[in-house]
């Protein structure tokens, strides 16, 4: 198939391209190629490509930055979620988009099915439901909500800690934010599967088990061998954020299960085949 990838230069747009690649002529889209908010680049850029399928992982994930500036927020994630998702059925490709486990209140004790209600206490949180809706007004389309997001191409939760340690900083994160991880590349493969099977509809996409930021750090340096001492874990309300954090937004995986697809393996093998991957994985050290 053609398929199309929004936010190619992203962390999640990176393994994406990098696993569709496999099988598929793949064209990973920048902002250069197109800024989304511009509804003639999108429709210009897809008219040239005629895809299959596009894949939509650009936006802002930034909560602080959607608090802080809503205008751009809806902008971004919901007209440009709306450009993308006219333009795609104009040249007849169906759309899968990339939302988050941040639709939802945090309020929940047990992890939270795709039937529960959304209810998001963030600007972030009710831009990407307004992008998750847009997108499931096509029958032929997927949504999969993903949760903090670690793997190769960019930056992220977890190697940006690293780097505190190997620096010999402290490296302080919530620990009372309980949810779910995200290894990149697993993920994509898990997508591919459930798009080549043209199993339409919403899905929760995490690796399988559940962790908070502060054993997520932890877990990570003692993989990498560094000193999971200098990780201090602190209230998020401490951390003086602008957006609200949730304190639980464990995803369960009905979507997946009923359909009859496998999980992810669980996020701390996930996590040491990652940290191998950048060579950082100390022989011996952390679980599997
Ligand atoms: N990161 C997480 O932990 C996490 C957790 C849950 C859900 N998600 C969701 O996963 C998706 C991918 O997140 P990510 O971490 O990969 O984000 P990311 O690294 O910030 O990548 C997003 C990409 O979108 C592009 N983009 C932003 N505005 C654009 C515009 N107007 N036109 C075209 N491209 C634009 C950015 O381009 P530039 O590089 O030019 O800025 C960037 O490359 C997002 O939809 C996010 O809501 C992420």
Not at 81 to 90: D, N, P, S
Not at 114 to 143: C, F, H, M, N
Request: hydrophobic fraction near 40%; include cysteine; glycine fraction near 10%.
């Amino acid at each position: 198939m053609k398929i199309a990838i929004t936010g190619a230069a992203g962390l999640f747009g990176y393994g994406l391209v990098k696993v569709f690649e496999n099988g598929h002529t793949v064209y990973p889209l920048t902002r250069a190629d197109a800024d989304i908010t511009r509804s003639e680049d999108v429709e210009s850029i897809f008219t040239k490509i005629r895809p299959d399928v596009v894949i939509h992982p650009a936006g802002i994930p930034d909560l602080d930055v959607c608090e802080a500036d809503p205008a751009k927020a809806f902008s971004v994630n919901v007209h440009g979620t709306r450009h993308v998702v006219e333009a795609a059925q104009r040249v007849g490709a169906r759309v899968a988009t990339i939302s988050t486990d941040a639709v939802f209140d945090g309020l929940k004790q047990s992890p939270y099915a795709e039937s529960d209600a959304p209810r998001p206490p963030t600007v972030y949180g009710r831009t990407k439901l307004r992008a998750e809706r847009i997108t499931l007004q096509a029958t032929e389309a997927w949504v999969f909500r993903v949760s903090v997001l670690f793997g190769p191409g960019k930056t992220n939760f977890v190697e940006k800690g690293l780097r505190k340690l190997a620096e010999g900083s402290e490296y302080i994160v919530a620990a009372d934010q309980i949810g779910s991880a995200s290894y990149t590349l697993d993920l994509a493969e898990k997508m591919r599967e459930v798009i080549e099977a043209k199993r339409y509809g919403l899905y929760h996409l995490s690796n399988a088990e559940s962790c908070s930021r502060l054993e997520l750090a932890q877990r990570a340096a003692e993989i990498a061998g560094l000193d999971a001492g200098k990780i201090a874990g602190m209230p998020s309300s401490a951390m003086g954020r602008r957006a609200k954090r949730l304190h639980y937004a464990v995803l369960e995986m009905g979507g997946l299960k009923r359909e009859g697809f496998t999980l992810p393996r669980p996020w701390p093998q996930a996590l040491r085949a990652y940290l191998a991957s950048l060579g950082l994985a100390k022989k011996g050290n952390g679980a599997s």
